[in-house]
C-alpha cells in the first residue's frame, strides 16, 4: 500500500503563502517507484466537492493548475526524495479547505481524481481575512 503523507498546512492571513510537502513511504515503492507517477494536489472545502489544483508528470516536465491558482500557486517535485510541493501564494479566504495530494498509477498527470489511485490523509489550509 502507498502511503502519502502531506505536512505544511496551518493558518494564514490573506496575501500570505504556504508551502505544502507530499512525502511518499519509501518502504512502499518496492514495486511501484513514485519516480514514474504523476502527483496531483487536490482540496475540498467544508460543503463542497473536491476540486483539483494542480497537478506534475513523473518528471516534472508538464504541470497544470486550476484556473483558480494559476499565477499564484506552483506545483514541483524533488524524487530523489520522493516529495511533491505546492508552493502557494497571494492566498485569499477561497483557498480554505482541506489539500490532498495524489499519486498515479501512470507518468501522465490529469485533472480528474478518479485517474488517482493513492491519496494522502490532507492538510487543512486556512486563511483568515
Known amino acids: 500500500q502507498v502511503q502519502l503523507v502531506e505536512s505544511g498546512g496551518g493558518l494564514v492571513q490573506a496575501g500570505g503563502s504556504l508551502r505544502l510537502s507530499c512525502a511518499a513511504s519509501r518502504r512502499t515503492f518496492s514495486t511501484y517507484a513514485m519516480g514514474w507517477a504523476a502527483m496531483g494536489w487536490f482540496r475540498q472545502a467544508p460543503g463542497k466537492e473536491r476540486e483539483f489544483v494542480a497537478a506534475?508528470?513523473?518528471?516534472?516536465?508538464?504541470?497544470s493548475y486550476a484556473d483558480s491558482v494559476k499565477g499564484r500557486f506552483t506545483i514541483s517535485r524533488d524524487n530523489a526524495r520522493n516529495t511533491v510541493y505546492l508552493q502557494m501564494n497571494s492566498l485569499n479566504v477561497e483557498d480554505t479547505a482541506v489539500y490532498y495530494c495524489a499519486a498515479r498509477r501512470f507518468p501522465v498527470n490529469s485533472d480528474y481524481p478518479d485517474h488517482y489511485a493513492y491519496w494522502g490523509q490532507g492538510t487543512q489550509v486556512t486563511v483568515s481575512s
Open positions: 506534475i508528470s513523473w518528471n516534472g516536465g508538464n504541470t
